[in-house]
């Protein structure tokens, strides 16, 4: 049972949409994480967040605590923006992480 | 900063091999992480240490498998004897504290075992 749920698992979008992927956990979390993962593997973190709203650019990320969901949301999107997103949260009290199983994302031009 | 440096980028071996990867995490992040990454099940925690000693191993697979830590600048996760279901892409990460500091992620060594 994976008690992170990634939504949706794949989208597809073209230059320009607001995109926006989900993210549902069960337990109680000290932080959750967004992290990025482009085509020959590399994963960079993106966000660590415990609550409200944190911006980077044209990435957004927010979290509800008491409704357990957190948002990623990309402003004017472009193709160099297709990678996998992946979740994952940070239990209370430890410091290793739980991931979703990603959500595969591309832009086309 | 160099980051996370991690050896082999690819492997590849026969089954029945012993099998060593490698990890240099950041200068002074005192937490380093190995995860394993797959496409039945995504990515998965299979050990960390802080301060080179072990915490949490709970998600090494099996007693084939075994990480070390000798000084705060290496680690090494050993696979003997490797079988082809040990076939991923095998991430170490680091961090100087991560209840409020992200991770850094190596770029990973891809394992296929024949």
């Known amino acids: 049972k994976n008690e992170v749920e990634q939504s949706p698992q794949n989208l597809t979008a073209q230059e320009g949409e607001f995109i926006t992927i989900n993210c549902s956990y069960s337990?109680?979390?000290?932080?959750l994480h967004w992290l990025q993962q482009h085509p020959g593997g590399g994963i960079v973190s993106l966000f660590m967040?415990?609550?409200g709203k944190k911006k980077h650019g044209r990435l957004i990320a927010t979290i509800n605590i008491q409704e357990k969901h957190s948002s990623l949301h990309i402003t004017a999107s472009h193709p160099r923006d297709s990678a996998v997103y992946i979740c994952?949260?940070?239990?209370?009290?430890?410091?290793?992480?739980?991931f979703g199983q990603g959500t595969r994302l591309t832009i086309n031009p | 900063d160099a980051g996370v440096i991690q050896s082999p980028r690819h492997e590849v071996t026969e089954m029945g091999q012993e099998v060593t990867l490698r990890c240099k995490p950041i200068?002074?992040?005192?937490?380093l992480f190995w995860y394993r990454q797959t496409m039945m099940r995504g990515l998965e925690l299979l050990i960390y240490?802080?301060?080179?000693?072990?915490?949490?191993d709970s998600g090494m697979p099996e007693d084939r498998f075994s990480a070390k830590m000798p000084n705060a600048s290496f680690s090494t996760l050993k696979i003997q004897p490797s079988e082809p279901r040990d076939s991923a892409v095998y991430f170490c990460?680091?961090?100087?504290?991560?209840?409020?500091?992200?991770?850094?992620f190596g770029d990973g060594t891809r394992l296929s075992i024949l």
């Open positions: 994952a949260w940070q239990i209370q009290g430890a410091q290793k992480l739980v």
């Open positions: 240490f802080n301060n080179n000693v072990p915490i949490d």
């Open positions: 200068s002074g992040h005192d937490y």
């Open positions: 990460a680091s961090s100087p504290h991560p209840k409020v500091q992200p991770q850094h």
């Open positions: 967040l415990s609550s």
């Open positions: 337990v109680g979390i000290s932080a």
